[in-house]
């Protein structure tokens, strides 16, 4: 019995793995697709990465998450966070704001994203 349960979970697996299809990009690669800009403003509670991801191509980005490394002096990375961008239209541009802790600099890169449908 348990062997057919097995065989079932999987047959469901490979059946309705087909909806979803994940890409992987080398960072270099994705300068195609899309430019960020970005500077560090100043809270009163701190540190503040903000700016724009622009999105070069005719496909909108339905979910992006951006990677913000915090570096030192070296230039090694001593601290890293992440920052959500809902959606970015095709040819066109999204904010994004996200707080971040006192570094020597900072760097910003697409970590993962979504394409949304075409035509929208």
Not at 114 to 120: A, E, H, K, M, N
């Amino acid at each position: 019995m348990r062997r057919i349960l097995v065989s079932v979970a999987v047959a469901a697996l490979l059946l309705g793995g087909g909806r979803a299809r994940a890409e992987i990009y080398a960072a270099e690669s994705l300068n195609r697709y899309f430019t960020i800009e970005w500077q560090v403003a100043r809270s009163a509670k701190g540190p503040v990465i903000e700016g724009y991801v622009h999105n070069k191509q005719d496909i909108p980005v339905v979910r992006m998450v951006l990677a913000i490394e915090r570096v030192d002096s070296a230039g090694q990375v001593v601290g890293s966070s992440t920052a959500w961008v809902l959606g970015v239209p095709p040819g066109n541009r999204a904010f994004f704001q996200a707080k971040t802790t006192e570094a020597v600099g900072y760097r910003v890169r697409v970590l993962n994203f979504d394409w949304g449908p075409r035509g929208r």
